[in-house]
């Protein structure tokens, strides 16, 4: 069965995408720490990222740097930070997050309210300057 984010990468499912390329999707996060949260994402589902190819590994992020650098240009910040934590969805995903301090980086602060529109040109925004 597909995995949610499968379904993101088919577009069964919306998103707000920012960038894609053949084997990788990076859209923003419907349930951010910060404005800029994205994910990226392999297109081949794989659950943990210790079972991608080495290869495969390597690709997905120098994909996330370019996104990362897209992201450090539009949304005001120290760095993006990045985490892999691999349990709310089973497909490999990385979490690129503008952050100003460590504990922007803590998920159990739960996600902040962006509206709709505000998503849609954080996206497209970002998106415009990354280099894929």
Do not use: W
């Not at 390329?21 to 794989?46: M, N, S, W, Y």
């Amino acid at each position: 069965m597909a995995s949610l984010f499968t379904k993101i990468i088919e577009g069964e499912i919306p998103s707000y995408k920012i960038a894609e390329d053949d084997k990788h999707f990076a859209f923003l996060d419907i349930r951010p720490l910060a404005r800029g949260h994205t994910l990226v994402i392999p297109k081949r589902e794989e659950d943990y990222i210790f079972d991608l190819q080495d290869q495969e590994l390597r690709d997905l992020i120098i994909f996330a740097k370019k996104v990362a650098r897209a992201i450090d240009q539009v949304i005001p910040c120290q760095r993006v930070g990045v985490s892999v934590v691999g349990l709310e969805v089973p497909h490999t995903h990385v979490h690129l997050i503008p952050i100003n301090s460590i504990g922007d980086m803590n998920f159990s602060k739960g996600p902040i309210t962006i509206s709709e529109a505000e998503m849609r040109e954080i996206a497209d925004n970002i998106a415009r300057l990354v280099k894929v």
